[in-house]
């Protein structure tokens, strides 16, 4: 009986994404290191999985064609809502 066990090397990748609301309900994404390269989502959720799928498939791409992907300086800025509830008076 023969085993062969192949070694499957991966590389992990993070980009910054910009959640926007749209006009007409649910979310556009964009990534400032990479213009042009965008998605939407009915909802946040939605919106984080399409970014997700999106980014996966153009860093695979460029994979493919044997290019570079975009560099983003790590410790890049990270833009988060922050709520609060104040008593009224």
């Known amino acids: 009986m023969h085993i062969s066990l ?12 910009v ?6 309900g649910g979310y556009v994404v964009m990534f400032p290191a990479i213009p042009g390269l965008a998605t939407q989502g009915e909802t946040l959720e939605e919106a ?5 799928d999106c980014l996966r498939a153009y860093l695979e791409s460029l994979e493919k064609d044997g290019e570079e992907p975009p560099y983003e300086a790590p410790g890049a800025p990270i833009t988060e809502r922050v709520k609060v509830v104040l008593p009224t008076a």
Request: glycine share 0%; no cysteine; net charge negative.
């Open 19 to 24: 959640f926007e609301p749209a006009e007409e």
């Open 6 to 17: 192949r070694k499957i090397m991966v590389q992990e990748y993070s980009y910054t994404a």
């Open 48 to 52: 984080r999985a399409m970014a997700s």
